[in-house]
Protein backbone atom coordinates (compact mmCIF):
# COMPACT_ATOMS: atom_id res chain seq x y z
CA UNK A 1 0.00 0.00 0.00
CA UNK A 2 2.93 2.29 0.68
CA UNK A 3 3.72 3.92 -2.70
CA UNK A 4 7.26 4.32 -3.52
CA UNK A 5 8.56 7.62 -5.39
CA UNK A 6 8.69 7.31 -9.29
CA UNK A 7 5.38 5.14 -9.43
CA UNK A 8 3.36 8.30 -9.57
CA UNK A 9 4.20 10.99 -11.82
CA UNK A 10 5.35 14.41 -9.91
CA UNK A 11 2.19 16.31 -10.66
CA UNK A 12 -0.21 13.94 -9.71
CA UNK A 13 1.81 13.71 -6.46
CA UNK A 14 1.58 17.40 -6.02
CA UNK A 15 -2.23 17.46 -6.43
CA UNK A 16 -2.78 15.13 -3.78
CA UNK A 17 -0.16 16.75 -1.21
CA UNK A 18 -2.35 19.38 -1.43
CA UNK A 19 -5.94 17.78 -0.71
CA UNK A 20 -3.56 16.12 2.61
CA UNK A 21 -2.53 18.77 3.38
CA UNK A 22 -5.97 20.43 3.53
CA UNK A 23 -7.06 17.51 5.22
CA UNK A 24 -4.82 17.45 7.90
CA UNK A 25 -5.75 21.33 8.52
CA UNK A 26 -9.34 20.32 8.62
CA UNK A 27 -8.37 17.37 10.97
CA UNK A 28 -5.82 19.78 13.32
CA UNK A 29 -9.23 21.92 14.18
CA UNK A 30 -11.40 19.42 14.72
CA UNK A 31 -9.32 17.37 16.59
CA UNK A 32 -8.55 20.48 18.81
CA UNK A 33 -12.17 20.47 19.20
CA UNK A 34 -12.78 16.41 20.20
CA UNK A 35 -9.81 15.78 22.31
CA UNK A 36 -9.92 16.69 26.00
CA UNK A 37 -7.53 15.63 28.50
CA UNK A 38 -8.28 11.87 28.85
CA UNK A 39 -8.34 11.30 25.42
CA UNK A 40 -5.52 12.94 24.45
CA UNK A 41 -3.25 10.78 25.22
CA UNK A 42 -5.18 7.74 24.04
CA UNK A 43 -4.57 9.56 20.42
CA UNK A 44 -0.68 9.35 21.40
CA UNK A 45 -0.58 5.96 22.56
CA UNK A 46 -2.71 4.48 19.54
CA UNK A 47 -0.02 6.21 16.70
CA UNK A 48 2.42 4.11 18.62
CA UNK A 49 0.68 1.35 18.41
CA UNK A 50 -0.35 1.64 14.72
CA UNK A 51 3.73 2.48 13.95
CA UNK A 52 4.70 -0.75 15.75
CA UNK A 53 2.28 -3.04 14.66
CA UNK A 54 2.27 -1.76 11.12
CA UNK A 55 6.18 -2.94 10.84
CA UNK A 56 4.34 -6.98 11.09
CA UNK A 57 3.84 -8.53 8.03
CA UNK A 58 1.42 -11.24 8.13
CA UNK A 59 0.96 -13.55 4.79
CA UNK A 60 -1.80 -13.45 2.62
CA UNK A 61 -1.56 -14.78 -0.81
CA UNK A 62 1.36 -16.87 -2.75
CA UNK A 63 4.42 -14.09 -2.46
CA UNK A 64 2.13 -11.06 -0.96
CA UNK A 65 1.87 -10.13 2.73
CA UNK A 66 0.34 -7.12 4.51
CA UNK A 67 -0.12 -5.54 7.54
CA UNK A 68 -2.28 -3.09 9.59
CA UNK A 69 -3.57 0.03 8.32
CA UNK A 70 -4.77 1.18 11.57
CA UNK A 71 -7.21 4.13 9.84
CA UNK A 72 -10.59 2.38 11.06
CA UNK A 73 -9.14 1.06 14.53
CA UNK A 74 -7.70 4.36 15.02
CA UNK A 75 -11.23 6.32 14.28
CA UNK A 76 -13.15 4.32 16.08
CA UNK A 77 -10.53 4.70 19.10
CA UNK A 78 -9.59 8.52 19.29
CA UNK A 79 -12.36 9.88 16.24
CA UNK A 80 -11.68 10.47 12.65
CA UNK A 81 -10.03 14.13 13.14
CA UNK A 82 -7.03 12.63 15.65
CA UNK A 83 -7.23 9.34 13.97
CA UNK A 84 -5.79 11.13 10.92
CA UNK A 85 -3.45 13.08 11.96
CA UNK A 86 -2.15 9.99 14.13
CA UNK A 87 -1.93 7.74 10.31
CA UNK A 88 -0.13 11.20 8.90
CA UNK A 89 2.47 11.28 11.80
CA UNK A 90 3.20 7.25 11.37
CA UNK A 91 3.07 7.43 7.78
CA UNK A 92 5.94 11.01 7.82
CA UNK A 93 7.86 8.73 9.88
CA UNK A 94 8.03 5.75 8.18
CA UNK A 95 8.58 7.51 5.23
CA UNK A 96 11.40 9.45 6.37
CA UNK A 97 12.79 6.81 9.04
CA UNK A 98 12.60 3.98 7.65
CA UNK A 99 12.37 4.73 3.19
CA UNK A 100 8.45 2.78 3.69
CA UNK A 101 7.07 5.11 1.07
CA UNK A 102 8.36 7.45 -1.02
CA UNK A 103 9.64 10.88 0.37
CA UNK A 104 7.51 12.21 -2.88
CA UNK A 105 4.43 10.27 -2.32
CA UNK A 106 3.86 10.84 1.65
CA UNK A 107 1.30 13.10 0.10
CA UNK A 108 -0.40 9.78 -2.26
CA UNK A 109 -0.09 7.85 1.07
CA UNK A 110 -1.38 10.23 3.34
CA UNK A 111 -4.38 10.54 1.47
CA UNK A 112 -5.23 6.71 0.69
CA UNK A 113 -4.31 5.63 4.48
CA UNK A 114 -4.82 8.72 6.64
CA UNK A 115 -7.79 10.24 4.84
CA UNK A 116 -9.45 7.67 2.85
CA UNK A 117 -9.21 4.63 5.19
CA UNK A 118 -9.71 6.97 8.40
CA UNK A 119 -12.92 8.44 7.17
CA UNK A 120 -14.35 5.56 5.01
CA UNK A 121 -14.16 3.41 7.49
CA UNK A 122 -15.34 5.73 10.18
CA UNK A 123 -18.43 5.66 7.97
CA UNK A 124 -18.83 2.15 7.54
CA UNK A 125 -18.61 2.06 11.17
CA UNK A 126 -20.97 4.32 12.09
CA UNK A 127 -23.45 2.50 9.39
CA UNK A 128 -23.01 -0.92 11.16
CA UNK A 129 -23.08 0.94 14.45
CA UNK A 130 -26.40 2.29 13.34
CA UNK A 131 -28.01 -1.21 12.31
CA UNK A 132 -26.58 -3.48 15.89
CA UNK A 133 -28.38 -3.00 19.35
CA UNK A 134 -27.14 -0.15 21.70
CA UNK A 135 -24.15 -2.66 23.18
CA UNK A 136 -21.07 -2.83 23.49
CA UNK A 137 -20.39 -6.12 21.75
CA UNK A 138 -21.64 -4.01 18.55
CA UNK A 139 -18.81 -1.48 18.41
CA UNK A 140 -16.61 -4.46 18.24
CA UNK A 141 -18.35 -5.62 15.62
CA UNK A 142 -19.37 -2.50 13.79
CA UNK A 143 -14.75 -1.61 14.30
CA UNK A 144 -14.00 -5.33 12.54
CA UNK A 145 -16.55 -4.51 9.65
CA UNK A 146 -14.86 -1.05 9.29
CA UNK A 147 -11.53 -2.24 9.47
CA UNK A 148 -12.28 -4.77 6.60
CA UNK A 149 -13.62 -2.33 4.21
CA UNK A 150 -11.35 0.27 4.85
CA UNK A 151 -8.56 -1.16 3.63
CA UNK A 152 -10.24 -1.88 -0.32
CA UNK A 153 -11.30 1.16 0.27
CA UNK A 154 -7.72 2.98 0.66
CA UNK A 155 -6.54 0.48 -2.43
CA UNK A 156 -9.40 1.64 -4.80
CA UNK A 157 -7.72 5.57 -3.79
CA UNK A 158 -4.45 4.09 -5.27
CA UNK A 159 -6.11 2.83 -8.03
CA UNK A 160 -7.58 6.07 -8.51
CA UNK A 161 -4.32 7.88 -8.64
CA UNK A 162 -2.59 5.17 -10.79
CA UNK A 163 -5.17 6.02 -13.65
CA UNK A 164 -4.20 10.01 -13.25
CA UNK A 165 -0.58 9.45 -13.50
CA UNK A 166 1.00 6.22 -13.79
CA UNK A 167 4.35 6.15 -14.47
CA UNK A 168 4.16 2.12 -15.12
CA UNK A 169 2.52 0.41 -18.33
CA UNK A 170 0.02 -1.92 -16.32
CA UNK A 171 -3.42 -1.62 -17.61
CA UNK A 172 -5.81 0.25 -14.95
CA UNK A 173 -8.52 -2.71 -14.86
CA UNK A 174 -5.56 -5.24 -14.10
CA UNK A 175 -4.08 -2.78 -11.22
CA UNK A 176 -8.17 -2.69 -9.97
CA UNK A 177 -8.20 -6.31 -10.09
CA UNK A 178 -4.53 -7.12 -8.51
CA UNK A 179 -4.87 -4.56 -5.55
CA UNK A 180 -9.07 -4.90 -4.52
CA UNK A 181 -8.67 -8.93 -4.29
CA UNK A 182 -5.49 -8.82 -2.39
CA UNK A 183 -6.44 -6.09 -0.38
CA UNK A 184 -10.00 -7.54 0.56
CA UNK A 185 -7.91 -10.54 2.08
CA UNK A 186 -5.72 -8.14 3.68
CA UNK A 187 -8.91 -6.52 5.60
CA UNK A 188 -9.87 -9.35 7.11
CA UNK A 189 -6.25 -9.35 9.22
CA UNK A 190 -7.16 -5.80 9.81
CA UNK A 191 -10.99 -7.02 10.52
CA UNK A 192 -9.32 -9.27 13.58
CA UNK A 193 -6.80 -6.94 14.53
CA UNK A 194 -9.19 -3.84 14.70
CA UNK A 195 -11.75 -6.48 16.52
CA UNK A 196 -9.53 -7.73 19.31
CA UNK A 197 -8.12 -4.07 20.09
CA UNK A 198 -10.92 -2.55 20.47
CA UNK A 199 -12.44 -5.30 22.59
CA UNK A 200 -9.55 -5.28 24.73
CA UNK A 201 -9.96 -1.75 25.29
CA UNK A 202 -13.70 -1.65 25.62
CA UNK A 203 -13.15 -4.36 28.53
CA UNK A 204 -10.85 -1.49 30.36
CA UNK A 205 -11.50 2.07 29.72
CA UNK A 206 -14.38 2.20 27.45
CA UNK A 207 -15.14 5.68 28.86
CA UNK A 208 -12.16 6.57 26.28
CA UNK A 209 -13.30 4.85 23.18
CA UNK A 210 -14.83 7.85 20.76
CA UNK A 211 -17.01 5.07 18.78
CA UNK A 212 -18.40 4.04 22.32
CA UNK A 213 -18.44 7.34 23.51
CA UNK A 214 -20.43 9.20 21.00
CA UNK A 215 -23.08 6.26 20.11
CA UNK A 216 -25.80 8.11 20.32
CA UNK A 217 -24.62 10.86 17.65
CA UNK A 218 -23.60 10.78 13.90
CA UNK A 219 -20.54 12.63 14.79
CA UNK A 220 -19.96 14.84 18.05
CA UNK A 221 -17.64 17.67 18.12
CA UNK A 222 -17.12 19.41 21.17
CA UNK A 223 -17.80 23.48 21.10
Do not use: C
Amino acid sequence: MHIPDGFIDLPTSAIFAAASAGAITYSLVGARKQLDEKSAPLAGLTAVFIFAVQMLNFPVAAGTSGHLLGGALAAVLVGPYAATLALTVVLVMQGFLFADGGLSAIGLNVFNMAVLGVWGGYAVFLLVRKILPKNKSSISIAAATAGLISVPIAAVGFVFQYSLGATATFSVSAVLGAMVGTHILIGIGEAIITALTVSAVMASRSDLVFGWKNKTSTLEIRS
